[in-house]
């Protein structure tokens, strides 16, 4: 493989430490938990002592409740919300057939005229079959995003100078005419560069070989010219104008590098070579992180922040991630894993009060690289949304939703980036997985449940969300790494808003928040809430509603988390709610204090509006984790089940992994609901909620591996790069794997929707072949590595193979401590299969 030219990456150099933002800090009162008693002069990020008194003050405020038996954790939110303006941004054609208008202030997107508060969510169309499409975007749709975003990684597309392939999966315009009929919107991001994990970051050979890149060199631009009309005339038709999906597009990616050609004059060339392939869209953005650089006025930037770092560098855990403290100075996050270097602050620390706080890449799962290898929890990734949004977050951007795998070039060249290619990160040659809440093959991921109630609480809530103003609590944590004090924001307009908080920090134990009450002094009063004290164990994260008007029906406030309002028809209006574990859920109507006990038992009725009765169903968190709400029979509908849910041509789809009984409850019910190619059931269970249950004929497919070659001795793990850190071993270390035949006995998947082949094995990278094609490849991380078998079925006539190259004792390699091999006896490497599977994929289809 080339290595990539000095002319192509003169720019890359090695990452930059961790850029943390500046926390506004004073050291507390020695008896304060948590406290530091050096007395040091703490300065803030101009250089000027912090206010001090106003903060020991509220210490001191808060230790005196703290001694009355409560912790009074107090806020100002009386001051006006914010206004917020428009003529900035220079964005293109907002009017679509029919009326419709998508625009942005300075504070969030428009859609009609109303404040949008979106899901959005990265799916790479390029890495997933095509077959699979249409369902896979319609279990995003299910899962509550509205906008599913994806590169083009131009190697994908024009491996030759001069000769593009938008065909089979690499069909770009059927990608985005199915996100339509799923009812999604589509944002584009152009490139040329994209990183993503991709060979040069996505350019071809023959580009980084020849020409300098991302800059206004006359040569390259002519290709990038021929790039974008190629994307153009595959999205003719399909931009929001026309009355098609395609709402953004992003230019470029993590674009940080200034100089001759280069620098923001290099975006607004990029802009103009878009707009004249026709790409006319409502919203250009940029990434806005690692002292990114652009136009002001010409692109919205867009941010991210992620739960660990698997492109650092260091072998054992990180400290705590500023990922999970609420941010109300800047909204650049610390190391995105930028592949150049800034040299000063960019243009997003400057355009704060001009453009919306957007996201595009919170993390919904984490890549493994060779030499850190993170694997998150679901409460990882779910704490973070709380933070985001209390922080002022008005796009809820995810990298990614869905895991895919790499193609091959048509010479057998990886894609992926790699060491080997000049990369700063070492990546696996096939596997996108990402961890994501959908994996490769589409399966649900035990994150998708707890992220779930939060879209849908977007959903109908957003737009109120959206107009309100971050606001900051008396006392906040000194730093990411403090973890006594508590960490929360408010977001209000009036005596309205939504209180966040968070006390989960990944890999670090908190504190207990122990008899907890909240004081906000509002414009019209001040609220506390609860009426009696809480305790907020480690772990927990919520928001809760105050000076909420429900269709009529006003709420003072709620110590439950809102998820969505039906329209339930006879039963009126009903408002799904979510308990906070070990917290009484108190509603407080009128005056009149309340609490409902969890359960879809009943429906819990709290005034009338207009005739109609308003009431509340609250879940339990196992409850809420279980919900989908999906338009079904023409009527939005909520429905509670293990299995993972979706609507698909009219039918609600669920699937089961391993387990062919099924089972679900629907609120509204569906009239004479029936099921293709089972017999539905109702269920004899009490309360509101329709119960049906099914049971398909169940399918054994069983594997058996045979040892076919013992592992040899690995060799040492080099340290190099561009990183200065562990690289993946080169192709002919892999002599040493061991190695397993896996013979299956039966292949045909009649009446399954998939199956999984289950690996189960501990080493450093394995190797799945059909045949000699590489299949897919995996770094052991702890993760049980799935693969579809649907997808290459055509290719299970050959024999498969597994092959696992050893992990070294002394592997200079991160990997979390629950899940590191044990090297027992001074063992000097492990490469062992513990267990393979095949688990079917059950499919049952109810029509209403």
């Known amino acids: 493989m080339p290595a990539p030219t000095a002319s192509a990456w003169a720019a890359r150099s090695t990452r930059r430490a961790w850029a943390r933002p500046t926390w506004p800090t004073a050291p507390p009162p020695s008896s304060a938990p948590g406290s530091s008693a050096d007395g040091a002069a703490h300065k803030n990020k101009t250089g000027d002592a912090v206010n001090r008194p106003t903060r020991l003050i509220a210490l001191a405020a808060l230790l005196c409740a703290h001694a009355q038996g409560q912790t009074l954790l107090r806020l100002d939110a009386s001051a006006p919300a914010a206004v917020p303006t428009t003529g900035h941004l220079k ?27 979106p899901v959005m969510g990265e799916f790479h169309y390029s890495r997933s079959p095509a077959a699979s499409w249409a369902a896979e975007l319609a279990k995003m749709k299910a899962a509550g995003v509205d906008i599913v975003a994806s590169y083009v990684i131009w190697n ?30 589509v944002l584009v991001r152009l490139g040329p560069w994209a990183h993503g994990e991709a060979r040069y970051g996505g350019l071809p050979d023959w580009i980084v070989d020849a020409l300098p890149t991302r800059r206004d060199d006359p040569d390259y631009l002519a290709h990038v010219e021929h790039l974008y009309a190629q994307i153009g005339a595959q999205l003719r038709g399909q931009l929001w104008k026309d009355g098609g999906p395609v709402v953004g597009v992003q230019l470029e990616n993590e674009y940080n590098l200034t100089g001759p050609g280069r620098g923001e004059g290099h975006i607004r060339t990029l802009k103009a070579l878009a707009l004249k392939a026709g790409l006319d869209v409502p919203l250009y953005t940029v990434t806005g992180w690692d002292g990114t650089v652009y136009p002001s006025g010409e692109v919205t930037p867009v941010f991210g922040g992620y739960p660990d770092e698997p492109w650092g560098t260091p072998t054992t855990e990180l400290p705590p991630k500023e990922t999970y403290a609420f941010r109300f100075d800047t909204r650049v996050s610390g190391d995105l894993g930028a592949q150049t270097q800034a040299h000063a602050p960019g243009t997003a620390e400057t355009d704060m009060d001009r453009v919306p706080f957007l996201g595009a890449e919170y993390g919904a799962g984490l890549p493994a690289m060779y030499r850190r290898r993170t694997l998150v929890s679901p409460d990882d990734i779910a704490s973070m949304l709380p933070v985001q949004l209390g922080s002022g977050v008005n796009l809820l951007g995810y990298y990614m939703f869905h895991g895919g795998r790499n193609p091959v070039s048509a010479a057998g060249t990886g894609l992926e980036e790699s060491t080997l290619s000049g990369g700063y990160n070492d990546t696996p040659r096939i596997s996108y997985d990402f961890n994501a809440p959908l994996g490769p093959d589409g399966q649900q991921r035990p994150v998708l449940q707890r992220l779930r109630p939060l879209h849908y609480f977007l959903h109908d809530f957003g737009a109120r969300l959206a107009t309100m103003t971050v606001r900051k609590p008396d006392v906040t944590p000194d730093s990411p790494a403090d973890l006594a004090r508590p960490r929360w924001s408010v977001r209000s307009r009036g005596d309205s808003g939504f209180l966040f908080f968070n006390n989960h920090v990944r890999q670090y134990p908190m504190p207990a928040q122990r008899a907890v009450r909240f004081s906000l002094q509002l414009p019209g009063r001040t609220l ?21 008007d429900l269709d009529g029906v006003a709420l003072d406030y709620a110590t439950a988390q809102p998820i969505a309002r039906l329209d339930a028809g006879r039963d009126g209006i009903v408002y799904l709610f979510s308990a906070s574990d070990g917290i009484p859920a108190e509603f ?17 009725r709290i005034g009338e509006a207009k005739g109609r009765a308003v009431s509340v169903l ?7 984790r279980q919900l989908s709400i999906v338009e079904l029979g023409g009527q939005r509908r909520a429905v509670l089940s293990a299995q993972q849910v979706s609507v698909e041509q009219g039918r609600l789809q669920l699937r089961s992994v391993g387990e062919p009984s099924m089972s679900l409850a629907v609120y509204p019910a569906l009239a004479r609901p029936r099921a293709d190619g089972a017999t539905l059931r109702a269920a004899q269970r ?17 594997v058996t591996p045979r040892l076919v070659r013992a592992a040899g001795s690995a060799p ?29 006995s039966g292949t045909s998947l009649q009446g399954l929707d998939d199956a999984l082949l289950e690996l189960d094995f501990v080493g450093d990278i394995g190797r799945l072949f059909a045949g000699t094609r590489l299949l897919d490849d995996w770094y052991f991380n702890g993760q049980r590595w799935q693969v579809g078998l649907k997808n290459i079925q055509a290719l299970l006539k050959q024999p498969l193979s597994l092959s696992v190259l050893p992990l ?41």
């Open 716 to 744: 040492p793990v080099q340290r190099g790069g561009l990183a200065g850190a562990a690289l993946q071993p080169v192709p002919e270390a892999f002599a040493q794997a061991a190695s397993w035949r896996l013979e299956l």
């Open 618 to 624: 609250l879940l339990s968190p196992t409850q809420a």
């Open 588 to 604: 407080s109507i009128g005056g009149a204090l309340r609490t409902l006990e969890a359960g879809t038992g009943m429906l819990q």
């Open 91 to 117: 964005l293109g054609s907002a009017a679509a057939p029919g009326g419709h208008m998508l625009a942005a202030n300075s504070q969030y997107l428009l859609r009609d005229g109303q404040p949008w508060l």
């Open 528 to 548: 506390t809430l609860p009426s009696r004290p809480v305790d907020i164990a480690d772990g927990a994260y919520f928001v809760w509603p105050f000076g909420l």
């Open 156 to 185: 994908h597309h024009e491996a030759e100078a001069g000769r593009f392939d938008w065909t089979g999966n690499r069909d770009l315009r059927r990608f985005v005419q199915l996100a339509a009929q799923a009812g999604l919107k």
């Open 686 to 702: 009490q309360g509101v909620l329709q119960w049906l249950e099914a049971a398909l004929p169940a399918r054994d497919i069983a």
């Open 808 to 848: 070294r004792a002394d592997a200079p390699i991160y990997i979390d401590r629950a899940h590191r091999p044990d090297f027992a006896d001074k063992k000097p490497q492990v490469a062992e299969l513990r267990g393979a599977s095949v688990k079917p994929v059950y499919r049952l289809a109810i029509a209403p």
